[in-house]
């Protein structure tokens, strides 16, 4: 049973300050690394993919990935109120083309 | 393109009766995914599609439920008959899996109520 874990919060955080978001892993065949947001009420829609060791920026989104320790993080920095939704956590193992989801972390961003 | 479609995006029904879920993939992707999510369970994978073909199907929680994909461009998901443990969202994604390219595109979504 390949698992993927996340705590589901909430995450509180003031404007402007790093949210960090954390999602591990039991499959260590493990190739790719997504994270998804979704706003209540909405799809979730993919913001970061990863799939290889180290960081990887985009914009005030830096996704981190430690196969190792098999764990991949989110962090967004200058948290915005607009940033406040659920982040799912996906990851697909080298032997299939279908990622496993985590259940999310619900993150808010307080003014 | 318009995104994955999904119809209708509410339902509400009584239970007993037959429910019918329409998704439209983005045209060109070879995948096709049902998803349903609810607060207690999360996302869950019921069942996912290959080139019209179904694949993996072991998330389908009961035979109550079943899905069809007749071309490229159409995919059902039916229940019947339908029961109130079946209130969720239900989601269809579609993705084309190649080099550097498997980012899964979500529908809104289907909002269903079973009474």
């Known amino acids: 049973q390949k698992e993927v874990e996340q705590n589901s919060g909430p995450l509180s955080v003031p404007e402007g300050a790093i949210a960090s978001l954390n999602c591990t892993y039991s499959?260590?065949?493990?190739?790719?690394f997504f994270w998804y947001r979704q706003y209540s009420g909405k799809s979730p829609e993919l913001i970061m993919s990863?799939?290889?060791?180290g960081d990887k920026e985009d914009g005030r989104f830096t996704a981190q990935l430690n196969k190792a320790s098999q764990y991949v993080s989110l962090l967004i920095r200058d948290s915005q109120p607009s940033d406040s939704a659920t982040y799912l956590c996906?990851?697909?193992?080298?032997?299939?083309?279908?990622?496993?989801f985590g259940r999310g972390t619900s993150l808010i961003v307080h003014p | 393109d318009a995104g994955v479609i999904q119809s209708p995006r509410h339902e509400v029904t009584e239970m007993g009766q037959e429910v019918t879920l329409r998704c439209k993939p983005i045209?060109?992707?070879?995948?096709l995914f049902w998803y349903r999510q609810t607060m207690m369970r999360g996302l869950e994978l019921l069942i996912y599609?290959?080139?019209?073909?179904?694949?993996?199907d072991s998330g389908m929680p009961e035979d109550r439920f079943s899905a069809k994909m007749p071309n490229a461009s159409f995919s059902t998901l039916k229940i019947q008959p339908s029961e109130p443990r079946d209130s969720a969202v239900y989601f269809c994604?579609?993705?084309?899996?190649?080099?550097?390219?498997?980012?899964?595109?979500f529908g809104p979504g289907t909002r269903l109520l079973v009474l």
């Open positions: 994604a579609s993705s084309v899996v190649g080099f550097a390219e498997e980012t899964q595109y």
């Open positions: 499959d260590r065949g493990s190739q790719s």
């Open positions: 045209s060109g992707h070879d995948y």
């Open positions: 996906a990851v697909r193992s080298g032997g299939s083309y279908i990622p496993t």
């Open positions: 990863i799939y290889s060791n």
């Open positions: 599609f290959n080139n019209n073909v179904p694949i993996d």
